[in-house]
């Protein structure tokens, strides 16, 4: 949970509705999602919320369950401020189910107007009840309060615990000292009384605040998720930040030795703004669980607003939603992790076109017809025949971020090898789209693939504090079978994108004035002067789940 200053265009509130453009919930402002877990054979997603209004203020612990992670049900909250140690707040944490079957919260609570935080729990009232909807916040909070070395007003959501050899328990804490973001560690023998570790798991400096930390292992063999205890080997951790800065998700991989109590990341990952993301676009304080069910790590992000202003919310009378829950695992390379909507969304899917073989010239566009373009799963495949058409990277890019190289090499300015992929919620004349695509270029002995989704043109809106972005990532494949991949999940106002499989991920938050509904088209282009060719595409229109 980030606290209630915002710099720039990161003024964000949010609402959770998970599909569609009518929120499913009657009521205004989401943020992030907290303790995910699966109990009983049913899924619980807990998330701060505002019930009486779309801007900041009141906020609660939301609670909606699930059987499947598509048909919702909304409850009562189930965590609210009102008592001395969260009367100011009661914020972001995880869940972990204890050896005896048993969930516990633990969540950050704010205990005076200057923002003073402490760490607290809560059980639930009846395990008999499959939905847990009562849950008690002990008079023995907190069970963690800031020491002198701690900066207090930077001291927040506690991740889902694991257990270490020697028996102890373990949480990671975010936090900040001058400028160095940390994961301060704490142990506890009965899950009570806890205390801090002499040193830090990790910590990197000029990164700032850390906010909702995650730290997991994942197999080096196979996509298989691990429960956040797992001690067997072949495995790597990793561990993944919300830098408050930037408001972008950060992560690293590497090993956790046990012995120390010491994250170390692997030599190719770094920690801050130039690192790894889970996502390079409107994705924040995501949050993790381990889903037994299916043997699988599932990951949770905040999808926040573009239009910031809060006269925006007001109008509206909510603001926001959660991204599509993703199946998380490690790359076959170990260098990067890899994100895949949950197969349980393939439920959703209706009418179907496929298209296979299609070849697009320089300059060429296709529609894709038969579906319902503002609320589309797409997946297709690009080919092409050679790679030396491919742009030489400028050497002066290489201190720039993806995205600034996106701005510069849009999807209208033509290329060799790209730009080529999907305009999505497009006006039939193109007068708004918003284009996901790839371009490759040559960068001395290798290629860098570049992918964009582009918000610039996705509305005809002219509001000056709109965030309209030219998100992108690059795309760690090695183009031997000459062919990328791209699936795009679109949804009225958020287009979530999947490159090569899921290796690089972007959403976008887009307000299209044309292209709505009914008037909202689809494209698949090629601006670059190499041919390419649509190996397979299959398109389906989505429907709305059921939500009470």
């Not at 059987?67 to 969260?86: M, Q, V």
């Not at 694991?162 to 900040?176: F, N, P, T, Y």
């Not at 930040?241 to 030599?267: A, H």
């Not at 697009?360 to 017809?369: A, D, I, P």
């Amino acid at each position: 949970m980030h606290s209630t200053v915002f710099t720039n265009h990161f003024f964000f509130k949010i609402l959770l509705f998970l599909y569609g453009l009518t929120p499913w919930m009657p009521f205004k402002y989401t943020i992030d999602p907290n303790a995910p877990m699966y109990y009983n054979g049913v899924y619980h997603l807990f998330y701060q919320y505002n019930p009486k209004g779309s801007v900041w203020g009141n906020i609660v612990w939301a609670h909606s369950v699930s059987k499947d992670l598509i048909n919702w049900i909304h409850l009562e909250p189930a965590i609210y401020p009102s008592k001395t140690f969260d009367k100011y707040g009661a914020w972001s944490g995880s869940a972990t189910i204890l050896p005896n079957r048993k969930p516990v919260i633990l969540y950050t609570g704010v205990v005076d107007s200057h923002d003073t935080q402490v760490q607290n729990y809560a059980i639930p009232a009846n395990l008999s009840d499959p939905y847990l909807r009562k849950w008690i916040k002990p008079n023995n909070n907190p069970l963690i309060v800031p020491d002198n070395s701690i900066n207090k007003t930077k001291f927040r959501d506690p991740t889902t615990a694991w257990m270490g050899e020697d028996g102890l328990w373990r949480i990671v804490i975010g936090s900040l000292r001058k400028h160095r973001g940390l994961a301060l560690l704490y142990r506890s023998r009965d899950f009570m009384k806890w205390v801090k570790a002499q040193h830090p798991l990790h910590s990197s400096p000029h990164t700032g605040n850390w906010e909702c930390p995650d730290f997991f292992p994942v197999s080096l063999k196979n996509t298989n998720g691990l429960d956040a205890s797992y001690r067997g080997k072949n495995v790597k951790y990793v561990l993944k930040n919300s830098l408050d800065v930037t408001r972008f998700e950060y992560y690293t991989i590497g090993m956790y030795d046990t012995k120390k109590d010491r994250y170390i990341p692997n030599n190719n990952s770094i920690d801050g703004w130039k690192g790894l993301r889970l996502d390079y676009g409107n994705f924040y304080a995501s949050k993790s669980f381990y889903d037994p069910s299916k043997n699988r790590r599932i990951v949770w992000g905040w999808t926040n607003e573009s239009d910031v202003l809060p006269d925006d919310e007001i109008k509206k009378g909510w603001a926001g939603i959660q991204a599509i829950p993703r199946k998380i695992w490690l790359d076959p390379s170990g260098k990067q992790l890899v994100q895949w909507p949950i197969e349980e969304l393939e439920i959703l899917r209706k009418q179907k076109v496929q298209l296979n073989n299609k070849k697009l010239s320089k300059g060429e566009k296709f529609e894709v017809r038969g579906i319902s373009s503002s609320q589309a799963d797409i997946e297709v495949s690009f080919a092409f025949s050679n790679l030396n058409k491919a742009e030489q990277f400028d050497p002066k890019w290489a201190d720039l971020y993806a995205q600034d190289v996106c701005a510069i090499k849009d999807s209208t300015i033509q290329g060799g090898l790209g730009p080529f992929g999907l305009a999505t919620l497009a006006s039939k004349n193109l007068e708004e789209y918003t284009p996901v695509f790839f371009r490759v270029f040559k960068a001395q002995k290798y290629y860098k693939i570049l992918m964009c989704s582009d918000a610039r043109r996705s509305t005809m809106r002219h509001n000056e504090a709109m965030y309209k972005p030219s998100f992108a990532g690059y795309v760690d494949v090695d183009l031997v079978d000459k062919k990328l991949s791209l699936r795009c999940l679109i949804d009225n106002s958020v287009v979530e994108s999947f490159g090569a499989g899921g290796k690089t991920c972007i959403t976008s938050r887009v307000y299209p004035t044309l292209a709505i509904h009914d008037n909202a088209h689809l494209f698949v282009f090629n601006n670059g002067t190499e041919t390419i060719t649509i190996e397979t595409l299959n398109a389906w229109s989505m429907d709305t789940p059921k939500m009470q």
